[in-house]
């Protein structure tokens, strides 16, 4: 921000010799000074937009939770180093890749879900988009917790991962119904025919979330493939009620927002429900988790 009114600073200043100095032969030097500067505020501008990868029909991504199709390296943003990303678009669909290496953030998103926002109008609105994975349920932490238990070991990081895997196969759609874009629709991936998602990990145990999104249900037009989209990547904020959070939280406070009827998460095995090399979320760790953003274009 400092720099973009530094920037505008200079650009008057820029004016404001051009003004005074008509008539003056340096208008010669300046003039062109401030065309190299125009020049630079465009190039900067649209730098900042990632061009996608066309695929063509035959050789587009599947999604499945592997990397395998998606062309390296990933993208990463300068401010938040925990999460890679790519996108890209066939005639018929946009494509997402998220890649989450981070274990704490791992379980944050097991816990809370994450959504993925597209606005078409690249302005950063988070009205329409795909929440996925869900937040685990009670009853699917101790169901993919029994089965990633060894006996006198405690909890298989990768049968963990797989069982989680195994079990997300539901997505909502956010803000897709005009007359009610605050109504969220959930969808199996079983009985979505163009919709899909799929989560998979990698060998590193990095979480990988990939999204197909057909294009017909963000734009209303003829698309030109030209367009510029903002597309935002986002942990979900805990429940305002401490009740209607899963219980992947572990808060020993008296806070009265927070010390609600919370259960100790199984999937944090060892002493007190804690497994060795990882910290329990809570809810106020996850309570300024910021989106990333970015601006993608389409191409063909």
């Known amino acids: 921000m400092r720099f973009k009114i530094e920037r505008l600073k200079f650009l008057r200043e820029i004016l404001v010799g051009v003004y005074c100095l008509k008539g003056n032969s340096l208008i010669f030097i300046i003039l062109p000074m401030f065309f190299l500067f125009v020049c630079f505020l465009s190039c900067n501008s649209s730098k900042n937009i990632i061009q996608n990868k066309y695929y063509n029909p035959d050789s587009t991504i599947v999604v499945d939770g592997v990397l395998d199709d998606w062309e390296m390296p990933l993208e990463r943003p300068v401010t938040f180093t925990d999460i890679q990303y790519k996108t890209a678009n066939d005639a018929s669909n946009l494509y997402i890749c998220v890649r989450i290496p981070d274990k704490e953030i791992q379980r944050r998103i097991m816990g809370l879900g994450m959504s993925v926002f597209i606005d078409t109008l690249a302005k950063r609105r988070d009205k329409v ?98 367009e510029i989209l903002s597309i935002g990547i986002r942990v979900n904020p805990p429940e305002a009620n401490a009740d209607n959070d899963s219980g992947l939280f572990d808060d020993v406070g008296n806070n009265p927002i927070t010390g609600s009827n919370q259960q100790s998460n199984p999937m944090m095995g060892g002493i007190g429900g804690q497994q060795p090399g990882y910290k329990q979320p809570s809810r106020s760790s996850n309570g300024n988790i910021t989106g990333v953003w970015m601006k993608v274009q389409l191409n063909k």
């Open 129 to 226: 988009g795909v929440g996925y994975p869900l937040a685990l349920t009670q009853n699917q932490i101790e169901k993919i917790s029994f089965e990633a238990q060894k006996d006198g070991i405690g909890l298989d990081d990768r049968a963990l991962d797989k069982a989680y895997a195994k079990i997300s196969q539901e997505f909502e759609l956010i803000g897709f119904i005009e007359e009610d874009i605050d109504e969220k629709i959930r969808v199996s991936n079983l009985a979505s025919k163009d919709l899909k998602t799929a989560i998979g990990f990698d060998h590193v145990s990095a979480m990988i979330c990939e999204f197909k999104i057909p294009l017909n249900m963000l734009f209303n037009h003829i698309i030109n493939y030209s």
